[in-house]
C-alpha cells in the first residue's frame, strides 16, 4: 500500500529488483495517494496497481484486497521503508514455504546503522527494539505461537489468507491475523536470514503520540487489553528513564519526542486502547518516514 512517498521508495524498487529468485512472480501494490510522480516510479516494477482514495484507507480492508488480486501462491508482504539486506532475501522468505516446510514465515527486522542515508534522523528508542518495550504484546504473544507475526516482512501461503484474512484490523492487522493463524493450526517459523532494515522518524511528539495510540487502538480491535496496571508498571520502568538520561547527556537524543518517549508511550497506548473511536490518519502521518504502513507490496510465486 503506497501513499505518496519519498526517495526510500526507489530504493526499495531498486532492491526489489535485484533480488535472485527462479520462481515467477508479480509485484502487486495498492496505492492510496492524490500525485501521479509515485505511480510514475511503480509502473516499471509493479505488475499491477490498485488505486483507491485515500479517505477510503483501511488496513485490514486493504491488505485483504491487495491479497485477493494476487493472482499466485505465494505471497510476501513487505513495507516500503523495509530495505532487503541481500539479494538472497526474497528466497530465503519463501523457500520454508515451497519445501512444505511452514505455512507462514517471519523475517529479521533490524533497525538501520547511524547516518544510513536511506533513515535520516531515524527514531533513537527503536534500536534493538526499544520502541515496543511495553506489556500489551507479552500475554499475547505467549497465547499465539511466540512469534511476533508482522507485514513488515512476511511471507505466507495464499490458502492461509483465504482462512484467515487481515479484516476487522484496522490496525494492528497482522496480529488479528497471527490470532487466526494460530488457533488454524498453520505453522509459523521465524527465519533471521530473510533479513530487511527498518525504521522511522517521529521528529515531535504529536507524531510519536498518534503511532503508539493506533496501536493501542489496533490491540483494542484484535481483543487485547492494556489495564490500568500495566500503564502504571510501564511508566514506572526506572531502568529505561535512567536509560534516557543517559542519552540526553551523551547528546543521542535529537527531539523531544525521543526525551519524553518512556512517558508519551504508556499513555499513548492506554488512550488508544480505550478512548479512540479509529486510527488517527492526520497529515502528520503522511509525511515521508513516519507511516509504517505505506505500503503493501505483494510478491507472488507459483
Known sequence: MVR?????????????????????????VLYYGKGKDTLKRLQPYASKIIQITPGKFDLGICRDLVCKNAS?????TVSVDALPVNNSWLQELVTPLISGKADIVQGEIQCPKENDPNYPNFFYW????????????????????????????????KEVWKNCKFKDASYCEDKIFQKRVFASGYTSIFNRKALVIHAHSYPTIKAVFKRVSNEGFGWKQVGEKYSIFLLIKDLLRFDLHTLALKALLENKLKYRSEILFFFIRPVALYWGNHFTKSIYLSPVFQDDNTFAFRLLALYNFK
Open 72 to 76: 499466485r501462491k505465494y505471497i510476501v
Open 126 to 157: 527503536e534500536h534493538d527494539y526499544g520502541f515496543f518495550y511495553t506489556s500489551e504484546e507479552k500475554s499475547f504473544s505467549k497465547n499465539y505461537g511466540d512469534i511476533g507475526l508482522s507485514c513488515v516482512n512476511m511471507a505466507f501461503l
Open 4 to 28: 505518496d512517498s519519498g526517495p526510500i521508495l526507489d530504493e526499495f524498487l531498486r532492491r526489489l529488483d535485484k533480488q535472485k529468485v527462479d520462481l515467477p512472480h508479480e509485484l502487486v
